[in-house]
């Protein structure tokens, strides 16, 4: 693994974006792996999976800017967003309970990553954000869709909308954000105490829970919805605007 890093201890599957450099941004190879790991983190008898980044800076920065600024046509945007899109649904349909650790901000695709999981824990004061819109595109990988089904829809559209960087804090407010962990504890501490309660269940008690909350879905709606997402960003992506706010950020 080049852009990952995988382990597993005490019944929990690790893993951690591995770019530091680019604050863990997302490239063709990261998406490979996240794919191939959780090909094989679902044959285990692990019980939960945490995701986080390396580094303190980002949990994950979004799609690799540097790399993605170069597709220029809906086309050759939708072939991104989808190969990504189909990720974080295997990861919000996982049949293994599913947590983010934030190590740092979460941004752009970044934040939609997180949304994928069934649990978001962070230190205070860690940013998280929806920043496409100021990239004058739209959550292109299912990140919006499944927004919803995690927030009330007047928070779910503000972070949307706003594009706004927020403090954990209010995401522990609006319940996105489920345990805060203070400056002076580890996070892995702070993250184990959390677990703790479920570790303490089977795996099977665990997975069959994830399966009754998973069997609301109308999975072909949410299928449906998450497509739609992704080709209005790719249609977005096209524009002029989108890709001179691109070359800004890598400009700056
Ligand atoms: C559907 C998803 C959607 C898509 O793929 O279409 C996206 O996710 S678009 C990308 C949206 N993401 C962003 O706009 C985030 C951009 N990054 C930041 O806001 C900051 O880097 C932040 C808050 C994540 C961290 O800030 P910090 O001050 O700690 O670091 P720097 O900004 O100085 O960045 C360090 C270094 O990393 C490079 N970098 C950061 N993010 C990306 C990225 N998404 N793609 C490529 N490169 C990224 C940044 O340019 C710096 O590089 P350096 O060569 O050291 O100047």
Known sequence: MNTLEWKQEDGISWIALSRPELRNAVNYEMMDELDEILHKIEA????????????????CSGGDLSLFHSLYTEAEAYGMLSKMGQILKRIFLFPKPTVALLNGAAVGGGCELITACDFRIARRNT????VQGSLEITTGWGGGTML???LKPHDAMTYLMTSQLFAAEKGFEDGFIHQLI????????GLRQFL??????????LSAYKKIWLNKFDLATFEENVEKEIRN???????????????RFLNK
């Open 182 to 189: 203070n400056d002076d504890e580890n996070l892995e501490d």
């Open 233 to 247: 960003c790719s249609k977005l992506w096209e524009k002029e605007e989108h890709h001179a706010a691109v070359r």
């Open 44 to 59: 285990t008898d692990d019980k939960i999976v945490v995701m986080t980044g390396s580094g303190n800076r980002a949990f």
């Open 127 to 130: 940013k998280f954000g929806f």
């Open 196 to 205: 703790n309660p479920y570790l303490k269940q089977s795996a099977n008690v």
């Open 148 to 150: 919803f089904e995690r």
